[in-house]
């Protein structure tokens, strides 16, 4: 059973600045962990991507007007598509990791299909308050390439709007999210990343305290 298999993965999803990148990384070390960031298999399930199965992760590339242009909802409706199509890949290469060693594996998750293969106390989401992810999305390293291609677009202003909206949080989904009995944690203005550390390590059932480890401090 593909529960069974994957009983050795912890799951952090969630938001864009929620922190899932740094908890996850701080869980890996800490605990001797496996860090598996989804962002970061972007490209390769792109190639493994074959237009029958994945047409979201396939769909035909129109240029950056329009890609910028399409509201918040409709970038957000493809975005979910786009992660649907990129799950089961996400599993196939967690089981090609093998069992060995714990892994944490770290990214925006469908939560229905989540607690399919996983069990409440493995998963847990992370959401900022919408102004924390206002005043951070676009101030990310990682952005700022983006940040630069927009603002040499037609309407700047919009494109940006448009970006932060598809990446607000969503009140249904985090809805969703609970009562599907997952982890619900938030991300605020000065919150302390040892507490929140700490609150996950209880949550999955991990010691806080590991050979002398500060909690991230």
């Not at 396939?58 to 799950?87: I, N, T």
């Not at 677009?153 to 909206?165: A, E, G, I, K, M």
């Amino acid at each position: 059973m593909l529960a069974g298999r994957l009983s050795h993965v912890l799951w952090i999803g969630g938001g864009a600045c929620g922190g899932k990148t740094t908890m996850a990384g701080l869980l890996a070390a800490k605990h001797g962990m496996v860090h598996y960031n989804c962002d970061e298999q972007a490209a390769q399930y792109r190639e493994w991507a074959n237009p029958a199965d994945h047409p979201a992760i396939l769909k035909p590339f129109l240029g950056w007007e329009w890609y910028f242009g399409r509201s918040g909802a409709e970038l957000a409706s493809w975005l979910s598509e786009v992660l649907r199509e990129q799950f089961p890949m996400t599993l196939v290469d967690l089981l090609r990791l093998g069992s060995r060693q714990p892994v944490v594996c770290e990214g925006i998750f469908p939560a229905d299909v989540l607690r399919r293969i996983a069990p409440p106390g493995r998963t847990a989401f992370i959401y900022p308050e919408p102004e924390l992810l206002r005043e951070q999305y676009f101030a990310r390293e990682d952005k700022q390439d983006m940040l630069r291609l927009i603002d040499q677009l037609s309407d700047p202003s919009r494109f940006r709007q448009n970006v932060l909206d598809c990446a607000m949080p969503s009140p249904v989904e985090i809805a969703s999210a609970e009562a599907l009995g997952i982890k619900i944690l938030y991300r605020k203005r000065g919150s302390d990343p040892a507490e929140m550390l700490a609150q996950l390590e209880a949550h999955f059932g991990l010691p806080t305290q590991t050979n002398g480890a500060d909690c991230g401090r």
